[in-house]
């Protein structure tokens, strides 16, 4: 192969990767909680933000939630275009109350957009 041409290939394939790098890394998804030490009954307030360039964002569904009881839930939506491309962010919000004493893990969340299926890292409730 001619230097031209492996130049040509090399500079194909960077782009490539820098393309696909982007694409994975316009999704993003973050649980967080108001608290992490909790009594039996205290309200809790978990949030999961979803961002993603696809608009098809499922609502979350969660590995365990026994020891919490869900009182109250939302979601906030936020859309947008900047120069022809959409983004789009939600927010699920959920009132919890912890039903049992002793240590949990709250998640992990999953949620799917698309295709594809992203998870939360799990948090610990004291």
Known sequence: MSRPRVIFVLLVCALGMTW???ALADTQIEATVDRKIVSIGDPIRLEIT???DDGDIENPTFADMRPFEIFSSGRTQ???WINGKMSS???FEYGLRAITE???R???ATVTI???SYETDPIVIK
Do not use: K, Y
Request: aromatic share 0%; with cysteine.
């Open 20 to 22: 696909c790098a982007q």
């Open 50 to 52: 979803v961002s993603s």
């Open 78 to 80: 936020n859309i947008s």
């Open 89 to 91: 962010s939600i927010t």
């Open 102 to 104: 002793g240590e949990h």
């Open 106 to 108: 709250l998640g992990p």
């Open 114 to 116: 698309g295709n594809e």
